[in-house]
């Protein structure tokens, strides 16, 4: 079946480590999108990718990295240099118009210990 | 700036009691408004598209309309089922590439 497969579920990160969430999709879908989800506050565009080798950053890329080198991967880093990282992280794919909407992975849950 | 608000922001309801949601929007052109279903710990299920005024989607107990300025999600008769967060979501036409803007979800709870 097609699908996003987001890994690990759950992850937990110490202070100064840097991260990385894996993001992968079989749905031939063109774009690729990360969302931080935190409590209170809905889904906020962290990264997004339209075509292999580009990205943009969203609204809250500080601290983040992101590479699309394979149009079926998107992995998301979380750096050290993001303050607080503790979130529930969803990457989503689509068609290049979204008209049908996003189609999202089952989420990582972050956390600082 | 765009913006979208959902209201109430959490909703709770005795079995079979039907209700809607609020979707707010402000956008600078609406290319489409979004509704999906979130349960605890999973990622966001689509639901519908909307794309312009008076268009109307139903889906089971599920009926989305739009208007200029909002969304409403309609729920008859609901089911314990029907418990989640739903989010609302808008494609802003001045918005590069097809990246949604979020609401932060209304939490309907249905009660037996």
């Known amino acids: 079946d097609g699908g996003i497969t987001q890994s690990p579920k759950y992850l937990f990160r110490k202070e100064g480590q840097n991260v990385t969430l894996s993001c992968e999709q079989n749905l031939n879908h063109d774009a690729m999108y990360w969302y931080r989800q935190d409590p209170g506050q809905g889904l906020r565009l962290i990264y997004y990718?339209?075509?292999?080798?580009?990205?943009q950053k969203g609204d809250i890329a500080e601290g983040y990295s992101v590479s699309r080198e394979k149009k079926e991967s998107f992995p998301l880093t979380v750096t050290s240099a993001q303050k607080n990282p503790t979130a529930f992280y969803l990457c989503a794919s689509s068609p290049w118009t979204a008209n049908y909407g996003y189609t999202f992975g089952s989420g990582t849950r972050l956390t600082v210990v | 700036e765009d913006q979208v608000t959902q209201s109430p922001e959490a909703l709770r309801l005795q079995e079979g009691e039907s209700s809607s949601l609020n979707c707010s929007y402000t956008v600078s052109g609406l290319r489409g408004l979004f509704w999906y279903r979130q349960d605890p710990g999973k990622g966001p299920e689509f639901l519908f598209t909307l794309y312009s005024a008076g268009e109307e989607k139903e889906k089971e107990r599920l009926k989305a309309t739009l208007t200029k300025k909002e969304s409403f999600l309609h729920i008859t008769a609901p089911k314990p089922e029907d418990s989640a967060t739903y989010l609302c979501?808008?494609?802003?036409?001045?918005?590069?590439?097809?990246?949604?803007?979020f609401g932060k979800g209304t939490t309907l709870s249905v009660s037996s």
């Open positions: 979501a808008v494609q802003a036409r001045n918005q590069a590439g097809t990246a949604l803007i």
């Open positions: 990718s339209q075509i292999v080798n580009d990205f």
